[in-house]
């Protein structure tokens, strides 16, 4: 099973620990899994030989302010079902923190604070064994659409995301505003801002705005897929 589950909206803290040969005995079991409510406070972690190594968000809520911290640099976070964050409710990413996603996506109606001036984070596919290495037990290539993307509502101006890499998102984010939407990003009348980011590959457009002033600068975009752009205006 699971090295350490976390749920309830439990905090707990975890110093000088291993997580080591955790899930042979069964297919998605993480060396750690949390579900989105939680937020465990890692202190000098370390893996081997996990089945799946890494720190599995399984789903739900986010409802008070957490700060995901990197555990360790083959322990990616890996998103399996839809994250949400709630209003008034800041979600901050460590510097050097990988998230892996896997047809997942994350909701925010709160703020999102992704900055890795000193560190880049990264958003991928869970296929991606490139960065953080293999998240999965089988060896896997990452394709666009590997996961939906980032949705930003009206109460997410304050969110940032500075050198942020975001590879492989695209599929159905939801249906937003009267139609589907296949977007890394989807900023509904909001302002976030993004700096000195990579977006793409994307099997959708890098941004989507709806009636937003957000701000972009120094940020490339790379293989956005046919007939789509790198930032759309809805």
Not at 17 to 46: C, H
């Amino acid at each position: 099973g699971h090295g350490l589950v976390a749920e309830e909206g439990s905090r707990p803290s975890i110093v000088n620990a291993l997580f080591k040969g955790n899930g042979k005995g069964g297919e998605g079991y993480y060396a750690v899994s949390m579900a989105g409510e939680s937020v465990p406070d890692p202190v000098n972690i370390r893996f081997e030989g996990n089945r799946f190594q890494g720190i599995q968000v399984a789903g739900e809520t986010l409802s008070t302010n957490g700060l995901w911290k990197r555990w360790a640099t083959n322990a990616p976070y890996v998103i399996t079902a839809d994250v949400t964050i709630d209003p008034n409710v800041t979600l901050a990413i460590e510097p050097g923190t990988v998230v892996k996603l896997k047809r997942s996506g994350l909701y925010c109606n709160g703020v999102i604070k992704a900055i890795g001036e000193t560190s880049p984070i990264t958003f991928t596919s869970y296929r991606d064994d490139a960065v953080a290495g293999p998240s999965n037990d089988t060896n896997s290539v990452p394709a666009t659409a590997d996961w939906k993307g980032i949705y930003l509502s009206s109460a997410s101006s304050a969110s940032e995301f500075a050198n942020c890499i975001v590879r492989y998102p695209g599929s159905n984010l939801g249906y937003l505003n009267w139609a589907d939407r296949f977007t890394a990003f989807y900023v509904n009348q909001s302002s976030p801002s993004f700096r000195k980011c990579v977006i793409g590959p994307s099997a959708g457009h890098g941004i989507v705005v709806n009636s937003s002033s957000g701000t972009v600068t120094d940020t490339a975009f790379e293989a956005v897929s046919k007939d789509n752009y790198a930032i759309a205006f809805d």
